[in-house]
């Protein structure tokens, strides 16, 4: 359990500061995460790690020589925000060429593709490289929906080196995706992580029992077992990543023996008794071996084996020199130079001032009392969420709903005194939601929000169809970026009936209030309705059978928020004249 910390909300950012000021002399903080404290000397390709914090020394322990050039670092479980990795990208990259890499979860995947984007607009050559090395979480014939543990270690120490050696961008992309495709893991929990301020684990297992199939964002196993001995445990972790030998794979490995952060050296030292010699009787050389906390998920006590089959290419990358503040290998070059900072502010750009008219900025004040009733809302709501997240995820559904609440607050009665329109004070709230919630739910609400205040616009307080089609553009955008649909248990389970409701409603004439009550019981009754489905989508699908009888916290926070905001959204607007049948 955390025992060590000022206010939880900001636990993330200040544990960040305080290793960047350790580690001065060779790392620096930059807005959205870390980087080499020194530029090189010149072009080389940028490796940038990212994900969540909670998990040191991945990510930012692996910045340096030989290793990542920096680290986008999110809050505790939760995936770092688009403008966090354009920042960190934008910080580190040196003319060569930018690649994102990280653990295949998809909040990750949306807000580091959106990052991509904006900087591929800007002409920097920018890649992408998912980790997806756990066994456990998705059958051989759909690996592309396994999520990444601590593979993740494995996979950017290979593009490090090959980044570090001079490979281009398009080479080492290539060796960090061959890489993951040679890499197996498999862990096992002991016991539940404690988020900073909680007073109970994510999770708990029965005296004697395991969680087998564990993941590193506080998600228990997927099948609880009897807590074996340890030569028992190390037959079972070697059998079932053996059993997905590669068809190509050679016979030297490098392995990772993994502690999730409360397990004791001399615990592992005692399971690599087993776990070595069965891995030698399978005929396998074991190349540089790694046993210790690389990749930990707070205070979990949990254990993971990580095999990544080697060949001529990947071999001497493994090997290769490092230096970082959390892991040394070899004798790698002491970097020194210029600091050579290029760091941008919040939004990248200078903010032109805000055009609108009156009516619009009467609008725009029901418009941050909307928020505001959310805020106040989700304040209440945040344990009672973390606990339903906690079922089958990792618990922070609640925390991340009230930091990007928080933030869009702010942003969206910073944008309104400075005199924006609704569509601008709406635009501001979501991308502050996102930038500052960080994971899926976070670049969700965020980008619905500013899909929401363009359909609104600056000009005019929105009449009911104007509304209608801004309901229709925050759901539209929300299914573009997530590919969720009905029977998914994610949000768009209650945001699909709102959006169809409201639009029927108001078609044939109703009031928009009263159209957006009838909308928002709907969502209610939907969002409810999904606990009696499996997940399909995000990290609670591995989990799906123990999230059955609990609804989806993201359907429930939607449905509840959406039901707050209507008496302010709908003060102004009125049905059609002549609408009603």
């Given amino acids: 359990m955390t025992k060590i910390f000022n206010d939880p909300s900001d636990f993330a950012e200040e544990a960040l500061a305080g290793f960047c000021d350790v580690h001065s002399d060779l790392v620096r903080q930059v807005p959205g995460g870390a980087v080499r404290r020194f530029r090189p000397a010149k072009p080389k390709v940028a490796v940038l790690a990212g994900g969540g914090s909670g998990h040191y020394p991945a990510f930012a322990g692996l910045i340096g020589a030989g290793f990542a050039d920096g680290a986008v670092v999110g809050n505790i479980f939760t995936s770092p925000s688009a403008q966090q990795a354009y920042a960190v990208a934008k910080a580190a990259e040196s003319g060569a060429g930018v690649v994102f890499t990280y653990g295949n979860y998809a909040g990750d995947v949306m807000n580091f593709g959106m990052a991509s984007e904006r900087l591929a607009a800007e002409g920097i050559a920018v890649e992408n490289v998912l980790v997806t090395d756990d066994i456990a979480s998705a059958a051989p014939s759909e690996s592309a929906k396994r999520r990444g543990i601590a593979g993740d270690f494995t996979v950017f120490k290979v593009m490090g080196a ?18 993951n495709e040679l890499t197996r893991t498999i862990g096992s929990a002991f016991a539940g992580c404690t988020f900073p301020g909680a007073q109970s684990p994510l999770f708990t297992l029965s005296e004697g029992q395991m969680g087998l199939g564990l993941g590193i964002h506080g998600e228990p196993g997927l099948h609880d077992t009897d807590l ?20 190509t794979a050679g016979k030297r490995i490098a392995v990772i023996l993994n502690g999730l952060g409360s397990t004791k050296h001399e615990e592992l030292f005692v399971l690599w008794g087993t776990v070595a010699p069965l891995l030698r009787a399978a005929g396998y050389t074991i190349v540089m071996p790694e046993v210790g906390e690389l990749v930990t998920s707070l205070d979990m006590a949990g254990v993971s084996l990580t095999v990544t089959w080697l060949d001529e290419e990947l071999e001497p990358l493994w090997a290769a020199p490092a230096e970082t503040p959390a892991y040394r290998r070899g004798t790698a070059a002491r970097e020194t130079g210029a600091l050579g900072a290029r ?80 569509g601008d004070v709406l635009a501001a709230a979501g991308d502050a939601w996102a930038d500052k919630a960080g994971g899926t739910s976070g670049v969700l609400w965020g980008a619905g929000l500013r899909s929401f205040g363009e359909t609104v616009g600056n000009a005019s307080a929105p009449e009911a169809a104007v509304l209608t089609a801004a309901v229709t553009a925050f759901a539209d955008r929300i299914v573009q970026l997530g590919k969720a649909e009905i029977g998914d248990k994610t949000m768009v389970d209650a945001l699909l009936p709102f959006a169809s409701t409201f639009s029927r409603a108001v078609a044939n004439g109703a009031e928009p209030g009263l ?67």
């Fill in 162 to 179: 090959a980044a570090e050696g001079g490979a281009d961008l398009a080479e080492v992309v290539r060796l960090g995706r061959k890489a």
């Fill in 228 to 247: 074996p001995s340890a030569k028992d445990l190390g037959h079972e972790l070697v059998a079932r990543v053996l059993a997905e030998t590669p068809p």
């Fill in 343 to 422: 760091e941008v502010d919040d939004d990248g750009a200078d903010q032109a001032a805000y055009v609108a008219t009156d009516a619009s900025r009467a609008y725009a004040v029901a418009c941050v009392e909307a928020i505001g009733a959310a805020r106040s809302l989700l304040h209440e709501a945040e344990d009672r969420l973390g606990r339903m997240d906690a079922i089958a995820g990792d618990g922070d559904h609640g925390r991340g709903m009230v930091r990007g609440v928080d933030a869009a607050t702010a942003a969206a009665s910073a944008a309104l005194a400075a005199g924006a329109g609704a």
């Fill in 515 to 581: 159209a957006w009550q009838d909308a928002a019981r709907e969502a209610a009754a939907a969002a409810e309705a999904t606990s009696d489905l499996l997940p399909l989508k995000g990290r609670a699908r591995p989990l799906a059978e123990k999230s059955l009888g609990t609804a989806d916290p993201g359907a429930t926070s939607l449905a509840m928020v959406f039901a707050v905001m209507g008496p302010h959204f709908t003060t102004t607007s009125t049905a059609p004249a002549g609408a009603r049948q």
